[in-house]
């Protein structure tokens, strides 16, 4: 049986749908029975309950021989960092616990780095839990910033006709479709082509900067000549907040936009065949963000 975290989300539900395609045994994790239901309508078992809770976690993992980790963002929380811990101590725990045999970890490009890099610091901690673990082959996923991330760019594109963040424009980086992750994923714990601790960067189609990207969005919602316009980083700590972010949460997004200007985020094994994944930004907007842009 393989557990999924997430399973509600963006890369759980995919992985647990192609899996339970494979005719696996999968058991989905997340907070609501009802964000569940689809899964369990298509045979998977669920496991409800909180990612900081070590009885929950020990029972999710019950019987599992595989697992699909992540660390869920928590944009209300007071100190993010130890929530991060709190999650990925909680879930190493289990897995140890439990004796889950093989596990695939969503991290992130700039993993390798253990602080200036935001959130991702708490990716490169759990990344040294689970290498630390005995008796588990760990997969540790590397992707680029999420085509995703671009819905919540969609209401200030549409009100305020830009699309802005504390990131350079012209930085070339790695861009994802999440569908693409939830397959290296899924295929990575159907074929078992991992031992020991592996890591492997997942990084789209082909690199962009934020000034092609904003684009191929402004492209697909009608706005050809939409621009992409970088705030100060007081600015970018500021809008966060205004829109709902605690100040911990704030604070460590705009340290995750300094890391990847300053060099800190970026693709340590450069784009190779292995890495480079199929879906294209202007096809994600098309059918995505161009269908979301409208109900805004
Ligand atoms: N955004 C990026 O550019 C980027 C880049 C690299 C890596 N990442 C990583 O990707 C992660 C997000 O992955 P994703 O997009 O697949 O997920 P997602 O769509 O953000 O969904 C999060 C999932 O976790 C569940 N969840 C949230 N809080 C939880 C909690 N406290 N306890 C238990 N379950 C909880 C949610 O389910 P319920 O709400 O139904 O409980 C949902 O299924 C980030 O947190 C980050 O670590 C992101």
């Not at 049986?1 to 539900?13: F, K, Q, W």
């Not at 909180?50 to 009885?55: I, K, L, P, S």
């Not at 045999?101 to 839990?129: C, K, M, Y």
């Not at 936009?257 to 199929?278: I, K, M, Y």
């Amino acid at each position: 049986m393989i557990a999924v975290m997430g399973a509600s989300g963006n890369t759980g539900r995919r992985i647990s749908e192609r899996l339970l395609g494979g005719g696996e045994p999968v058991r989905v994790l997340g907070r609501s029975a009802e964000r569940l239901e689809g899964l369990v309508q298509k045979g998977a078992e669920a496991a409800v309950g909180e990612a900081t809770d070590r009885d929950y976690l020990s029972h999710a993992f019950e019987g599992a021989d595989a697992a699909y980790l992540l660390i869920p963002q928590e944009l209300r929380s007071p100190d993010y960092g130890a929530f991060q811990d709190r999650v990925g101590g909680a879930l190493t725990e289990a897995i140890r616990q439990r004796g889950v045999g093989r596990v695939v970890l969503l991290s992130s490009i700039g993993a390798d780095q253990p602080s200036g890099t935001g959130p991702i610091a708490g990716l490169h901690r759990q990344e040294e839990r689970l290498r630390g673990l005995e008796g588990a082959d760990v997969l540790a996923l590397r992707p680029g910033f999420f085509f995703e991330n671009y819905l919540d760019s969609l209401a200030l594109i549409k009100h305020q006709g830009i699309n802005g963040g504390a990131m350079a424009p012209d930085m070339p980086m790695g861009m994802i479709a999440t569908r693409d992750i939830a397959a290296a994923a899924a295929d990575a714990l159907l074929e078992r082509d991992f031992s020991g601790f592996e890591i492997r960067e997942l990084l789209g189609p082909r690199d962009l900067t934020l000034t092609e990207a904003t684009r191929i969005i402004g492209e697909a919602v009608g706005r050809p000549e939409l621009p992409y316009v970088q705030l100060s980083y007081d600015e970018f700590r500021a809008a966060l907040v205004q829109i709902g972010m605690s100040a911990s949460v704030a604070e460590t997004m705009t340290e995750m936009a300094q890391g990847f200007n300053e060099g800190r985020v970026r693709s340590l094994e450069g784009r190779t065949a292995a890495n480079t994944t199929p879906t294209t930004l202007e096809s994600f907007a098309a059918a995505v963000l161009a269908p979301a842009y409208e109900t805004i």
